[in-house]
């Protein structure tokens, strides 16, 4: 009867409980044991013959993604095994292991037995065994923790080898064994140490690097170190690690100098083992923990399981640094140090495989058991040169799928809108044909493709340099734009009216410096004075036969029209061919009666008919100006078709202060947006007005880092943002990985940072191989008692500068300057004196020895002396003076030859 109802007891706690835990078997590919009312050992196969022992379970193997269901068999239920609580198994038989009890004791087991249970371990007052670690070293002993007891200890280190004794009736119902069905196993009742007194110990592990030290968790807060030759049994080192009990003690696989601690606390801690003392490495802030477990195949990755949630996450702790706390997932998701897998079910236990590579095994009941596969990230790495390489597994893919080794671009590939092209190699064959600093050779190269924004930017930056540096103007010492030169004008604004010889255009034009300059940058600025406004410059004359020459009649015709030369204008289009189904000789007959209409009203109203009816936007842009009394300038100067360039000009022409102003900010903020190189003619390259973010926007869109490097360039040292030198060096890096070592040393000698090297010559000495530097040596000219320094001769200058100090030891080592091989006399040195330099400047250079006492040496054989007397010795004598020297030092190698 006290059999029966102890053993109800402890089955209606145990049930009551739900425990579920599962484990791979070591050194197998698909066993695995499950601890739960009982003890099972299955295996994932895909045999579908029947067997008396398989179960009806259908478990999923491999990837979760794929439904390929496979069967599980049952290979062992060792039915004497009742309530397991935990497992380890032996570190060099991976058949045997122990299994600590709900009911206090630790079964030491062994599969292909006839009687799989060898040994029982049990102290005399027996309660739960919370955790057990084998010894890895000394494979015959192995650690075990147990709940918290009055007056015993928690922590019990046993020897599997010593002798045990028959198990009595208690054992035998603790142990779940009825009296009709057993074999006698002996009991061991005495550990060999005895560790931990009064609290429980929940985790336990033994230290890698030091194996007679035991890491243990308590279920008050404490990490403790014990050490089992220690006879008082104390612990050696402890630390409060959490706030809560410490439910994990696990070491790094690959480094044995980390532990990880989790706790109920919510948060999974990274130790040095080493300096407990100190603040963890790492911390992770993770709810409701359960379990944590390293990854025996990946350095630092950690897979963790929490309550009342249908995800395993992955952690990467060597990406995790200390001075960060996390508290949620979204950051951590955002820097790819967590990786969420939703399983469907709230696992209770998670198992990492020994050999295999990221299999996962968890457990979310006794029906639900299933193989979680990590596919790792493939790694992919795309060189300059358009190669292609991944890495999958252990096998790695390189190669270029649609550009072959040797394949050249043509000239019509070569543009960023051809979206076959990639960045890369549009690039690198635009290096090769000399893209470069050189505004002049751009201009040629530019022109072939298609990309119409960079040729518009270049042209800007050819006329800044043109316009500007011959009249030495400070516009482009910092490569301004529009914006900022009108936004920054304090001259006032003078306003005149035109005094055409039709009166009927009555605009008031707007004159001052400012105008004038962003005119110029744009390609306008054909006045310098008020008076001339009204007049036909030759400059306009010669922008008009330009525009001409390129056939943009359209254009000519606008730029004679805005300059109040509508005579002009009727001539270009009478002179102009038929192009593009417009007949320019029928727009001079419109644009004539403009001329010869009294107030122009009739033309106006008919002539706005004709406003979107040509191709050329010049052509309405001219009508528009022309139909309307008062001139609707927003929408005349919206329209994208025409340059932003002339757009500009018009509105400096035409606008007033505050129009002029609001329109500059407007499409300013609508070019950044865009990313479009053509907004530096209104930003500029600064940092003040967005350029720095245009090109940011420019390079985020088509990835052509080459160009915004090169229009940066032309700042030379006045670069000043950071991601300004990011580029830089971003170019720099991409010509040296393309080996183009010539075109990223003309960049760098380009940009004017390149400094002349200043000639100079040292003398170093062969001993402690330093240079001879005096100037920090004779910072006290005063003559005092020298100790232990060099030999110094003082001779005397009839100049009136301080004699020369002759040193003859080298100043750092203080070891022998070398001897003149004619002479045998050491060598001299003669450092300036400060004092001199305080008079008159041939003082300076006063203290030197003179031309015959310098050092004179043979490159080949390395001996020399004087100048005067390797003069003299060589004027009779062929050989070095040296003795057992045979080098003819005075024979040139040809002579020789």
């Given at each position: 009867v006290h059999i029966m109802e102890t053993r109800k007891r402890s089955k209606g706690i145990t049930m009551s409980r739900q425990k579920l835990k599962v484990e791979w078997r070591p050194n197998t590919q698909s066993q695995y044991v499950v601890l739960s009312d009982r003890f099972y050992l299955y295996k994932f196969t895909k045999d579908q013959e029947e067997d008396p022992l398989e179960s009806n379970i259908q478990y999923k193997f491999g990837n979760p993604i794929q439904e390929n269901s496979v069967q599980t068999k049952l290979m062992s239920d060792i039915v004497d095994i009742r309530y397991p609580e935990c497992i380890s198994w032996r570190p060099d038989n991976t058949d045997q292991f122990v299994v600590g009890l709900h009911s206090g004791l630790v079964v030491l087991g062994q599969f292909n037995l006839e009687e799989p249970i060898v040994k029982v371990f049990g102290a005399q007052s027996l309660r739960t065994c919370t955790t057990l670690s084998w010894n890895k070293e000394d494979p015959s002993l192995f650690a075990a923790g147990y709940k918290i007891i009055r007056d015993s200890c928690s922590t019990l280190v046993w020897d599997i080898n010593r002798a045990g004794e028959m198990m009595d009736m208690n054992d035998m119902v603790n142990l779940g064994r009825s009296s009709m069905n057993r074999t006698m196993s002996p009991s061991v009742r005495d550990p060999i140490h005895s560790l931990a007194n009064s609290e429980a110990t929940v985790a336990l592990s033994w230290i890698p690097s030091i194996p007679s030290c035991l890491a243990t968790g308590t279920g008050s807060k404490w990490l403790r170190i014990y050490d089992i030759r220690d006879r008082y049994q104390g612990p050696i080192q402890s630390v409060a690690a959490h706030k809560k009990s410490v439910r994990g003690v696990k070491f790094d696989p690959f480094d044995e100098k980390k532990v990880l601690t989790f706790s109920e606390d919510g948060f999974i801690k990274l130790w040095d083992i080493r300096s407990l003392s100190k603040e963890p490495l790492s911390s992770i802030s993770v709810k409701n923990l359960i379990q944590v477990e390293w990854c025996p195949n990946r350095i630092g990755i950690i897979a963790s399981i929490s309550k009342n949630e249908n995800i395993i996450k992955i952690w990467n702790t060597r990406t995790i640094s200390n001075s960060q706390q996390y508290d949620n997932l979204s950051y951590l998701n955002s820097k790819s140090q967590c990786i969420e897998h939703d399983i469907g079910d709230n696992p209770i236990s998670i198992s990492w495989h020994t050999s295999q590579e990221n299999s996962l095994l968890y457990g979310c009941s006794l029906e639900n058991i299933q193989n979680l596969e990590i596919k790792k990230p493939i790694p992919i790495s795309y060189s300059t040169n358009g190669n292609i390489a991944l890495i999958n597994g252990k096998s790695m893919i390189e190669g270029n799928p649609e550009l072959s080794k040797n394949e050249i671009l043509s000239k019509e590939e070569l543009s960023v809108e051809n979206n076959d092209i990639d960045i890369s190699e549009l690039m690198c064959a635009r290096t090769k044909m000399g893209y470069s600093s050189n505004l002049d050779k751009n201009m040629e190269i530019v022109h072939q493709f298609n990309s119409l924004d960079i040729s518009i930017v270049w042209d800007w930056m050819n006329t800044m340099k043109r316009k500007f540096i011959k009249s030495k103007d400070t516009v482009i010492g910092e490569l301004l734009g529009a914006y900022l030169i009108i936004s920054s004008s304090q001259n006032p604004v003078k306003s005149i009216t035109s005094e055409a010889e039709n009166e009927c255009i009555f605009y008031p034009i707007y004159f001052n410096t400012s105008r004038i300059n962003c005119q110029k940058l744009c390609g306008w600025g054909f006045y310098s004075s008020e008076q001339d406004l009204t007049e036909m410059s030759e400059l306009l004359l010669v922008e008009i036969e330009k525009c001409v020459c390129e056939g943009k009649y359209g254009r000519a015709a606008a730029l004679a029209v805005f300059h109040n030369c509508i005579p002009k204008a009727i001539e270009i289009l009478n002179l102009a061919p038929s192009q593009s189904g417009i007949n320019y000789k029928l727009v001079s007959m419109a644009l004539s009666g403009f001329i010869e209409g009294e107030e122009g009203n009739t033309w106006r109203e008919n002539s706005a008919y004709l406003i979107d009816l040509f191709e050329d936007p010049y052509l309405n842009t001219i009508f528009k100006f022309l139909s309307q009394s008062q001139t609707n300038w927003i929408e005349l100067l919206n329209e994208s078709r025409i340059s932003l360039s002339d757009r500009i000009c018009i509105a400096c022409r035409y606008l007033a202060d505050d129009e002029l102003l609001l329109y500059?900010?407007?499409?300013?903020?609508?070019?950044?947006?865009?990313?479009?190189?053509?907004?530096?003619?209104?930003?500029?390259?600064?940092?003040?007005?967005?350029?720095?973010?245009?090109?940011?926007?420019?390079?985020?869109?088509?990835?052509?880092?080459?160009?915004?490097?090169?229009?940066?360039?032309?700042?030379?040292?006045?670069?000043?943002?950071?991601?300004?030198?990011?580029?830089?060096?971003?170019?720099?890096?991409?010509?040296?990985?393309?080996?183009?070592?010539?075109?990223?040393?003309?960049?760098?000698?380009?940009?004017?940072?390149?400094?002349?090297?200043?000639?100079?010559?040292?003398?170093?000495?062969?001993?402690?191989?330093?240079?001879?530097?005096?100037?920090?040596?004779?910072?006290?000219?005063?003559?005092?008692?020298?100790?232990?320094?060099?030999?110094?001769?003082?001779?005397?200058?009839?100049?009136?500068?301080?004699?020369?100090?002759?040193?003859?030891?080298?100043?750092?080592?203080?070891?022998?300057?070398?001897?003149?091989?004619?002479?045998?006399?050491?060598?001299?040195?003669?450092?300036?004196?400060?004092?001199?330099?305080?008079?008159?400047?041939?003082?300076?250079?006063?203290?030197?020895?003179?031309?015959?006492?310098?050092?004179?040496?043979?490159?080949?054989?390395?001996?020399?002396?004087?100048?005067?007397?390797?003069?003299?010795?060589?004027?009779?004598?062929?050989?070095?003076?040296?003795?057992?020297?045979?080098?003819?030092?005075?024979?040139?190698?040809?002579?020789?030859?």
């Open positions: 500059l900010e407007n499409s300013r903020a609508e070019y950044i947006s865009t990313g479009n190189l053509e907004g530096l003619l209104l930003t500029g390259i600064d940092g003040h007005c967005g350029g720095i973010d245009l090109l940011q926007r420019y390079i985020d869109d088509t990835g052509d880092l080459q160009t915004v490097a090169l229009l940066i360039s032309q700042l030379g040292k006045r670069i000043k943002d950071p991601r300004m030198r990011q580029w830089i060096e971003l170019y720099r890096s991409l010509l040296d990985r393309w080996q183009l070592w010539f075109a990223r040393c003309k960049f760098d000698v380009d940009r004017e940072i390149v400094d002349e090297p200043k000639p100079d010559i040292s003398l170093r000495c062969h001993f402690c191989n330093k240079t001879f530097l005096f100037c920090a040596q004779f910072k006290d000219p005063s003559p005092k008692p020298r100790r232990g320094g060099y030999p110094l001769q003082r001779s005397y200058n009839p100049n009136g500068a301080v004699g020369k100090h002759q040193v003859m030891v080298c100043p750092n080592c203080k070891n022998s300057l070398p001897k003149c091989a004619v002479c045998l006399l050491p060598m001299c040195v003669v450092p300036p004196d400060p004092r001199n330099k305080k008079t008159q400047g041939k003082y300076w250079s006063s203290g030197k020895l003179p031309f015959d006492m310098w050092f004179s040496w043979c490159q080949t054989c390395n001996h020399g002396g004087h100048v005067k007397h390797m003069e003299d010795w060589f004027n009779d004598h062929v050989e070095c003076p040296v003795a057992d020297c045979d080098c003819r030092c005075f024979i040139s190698k040809n002579s020789v030859n």
